[in-house]
Nanobody, 134 residues
Framework: QAQLIESGGGLVQVGGSLRLSCAAS?????????????MGWFRQVPGKEREFVAS???????LYADSVKGRFTISRDNAKNTVYLQMNSLKPEDTAVYYC???????????????????????WGQGTQVTVSS
């Protein structure tokens, strides 16, 4: 399985921007290519359930939660085994720990489409804190 490491979180003022990165290790000759994964971002605050934020499939079709649509953009760079979440126009309610997750294909010959369902994901990162100050 790939290991996922998030970075880019921090403290930002309302209306500001952050870009989160999630780097996946394990793209080797005997592992499935990063390009075949679907990748997702979820977030969680204390006392609340983890919620879907965004996902991008192998074909770069994307899904977004209504709460972030138009403000956040998910993208991927397969050459770098990395997925990004560009967050603009940040609001206090965006404050959360953000988690990167990956869905692997059942074999190396197909890709995985974007998914908003957390139980579809095989591997999770440790999370990165985003705090939006009002």
């Amino acid at each position: 399985q790939a290991q996922l490491i998030e970075s880019g979180g921090g403290l930002v003022q309302v209306g500001g921007s952050l870009r989160l990165s999630c780097a996946a290790s394990g793209r080797t000759a005997n592992s499935y290519a990063f390009s075949s994964y679907a990748m997702g971002w979820f977030r969680q605050v204390p006392g609340k359930e983890r919620e879907f934020v965004a996902s991008i499939g192998w074909n770069e079709v994307t899904l977004y939660a209504d709460s972030v649509k138009g403000r956040f953009t998910i993208s991927r760079d397969n050459a770098k085994n990395t997925v990004y979440l560009q967050m603009n126009s940040l609001k206090p309610e965006d404050t959360a720990v953000y988690y990167c997750a990956a869905v692997y294909p059942p074999d190396s010959n197909i890709g995985v489409r974007a998914s908003s369902q957390e139980n579809d994901y095989n591997t999770w990162g440790q999370g990165t804190q985003v705090t939006v100050s009002s």
